[in-house]
């Protein structure tokens, strides 16, 4: 699976957008992004995943460049719940299924 | 459906005795994995099973981790003998196989080896 590339840390104010970006200049035709969070003490949660397409559901957007070697998760109203570490994740769907966890992104909403 | 439980939440053990985890994944899901998380290493894949199958226990750290799932409700991960070095919080996730699948992880469990 492609290694990814995130900023240790951001901070974004409440109400705005949080846009957290990741590299992945590796990734092959046939390998997913994914975007996972993980809130103080709790397990990872899953955000959203794409290929190709700008994906959109509730929690977040994912605008993925058209050479798929970057990509920007958007929460578009951050609020202090949103306080996590972000974890983008770049995976062949195939039948194992594994996520490999990088160090992430620590996004801190300031109120 | 309850997600994915693990218990116990917490465990405080001494150094040398056995320690077992333990996690029900989510009903009809086929795949199971085992994290675990400290400071230093991030989270980190342990082992994981397809159909009550382990796959890939690469990511076992030593002999003394030892993980089964003898059907597709439970599986445990063993401990023996436990170090202080062990001290993680340790996730269980489970995954329904299909296109667009997501990972559903529990809260894991916290071991203090003392």
């Known amino acids: 699976d492609a290694k990814t590339t995130q900023p240790p840390s951001m901070d974004c104010a409440e109400g705005r957008a949080a846009n957290l970006p990741c590299n992945h200049s590796?990734?092959?035709?046939?390998?997913?992004v994914y975007w996972y969070r993980q809130i103080h003490s709790q397990g990872p949660q899953y955000i959203i995943h794409?290929?190709?397409n700008n994906e959109t559901n509730e929690m977040a957007s994912l605008i993925i460049t058209e050479d798929r070697k970057s990509s920007t998760l958007i929460l578009p109203h951050a609020t202090l719940r949103d306080t996590a570490v972000y974890y983008c994740?770049?995976?062949?769907?195939?039948?194992?299924?594994?996520?490999?966890f990088g160090s992430g992104t620590r996004l801190l909403v300031r109120p | 459906d309850a997600g994915v439980i693990q218990s116990p939440r917490h465990e405080v053990t001494e150094m040398g005795q056995e320690v077992t985890l333990r996690c029900k994944p989510i009903s009809g899901h086929d795949y199971l994995f085992w994290y675990r998380q400290t400071m230093m290493r991030g989270l980190e894949l342990l082992i994981y099973f397809n159909n009550n199958v382990p796959i890939d226990d690469s990511g076992m750290p030593e002999d003394r981790f030892s993980a089964k799932m003898p059907n597709a409700s439970f599986s445990t991960l063993k401990i023996q003998p436990s170090e202080p070095r062990d001290s993680a919080v340790y996730f269980c996730?489970?995954?329904?196989?299909?296109?667009?699948?997501?990972?559903?992880f529990g809260q894991g469990t916290r071991l203090t080896v003392v």
């Open positions: 994740i770049v995976r062949v769907w195939d039948s194992s299924y594994k996520l490999i």
């Open positions: 996730a489970s995954v329904q196989r299909g296109l667009d699948t997501e990972a559903f």
């Open positions: 794409g290929l190709k």
């Open positions: 590796t990734i092959s035709g046939n390998e997913y």
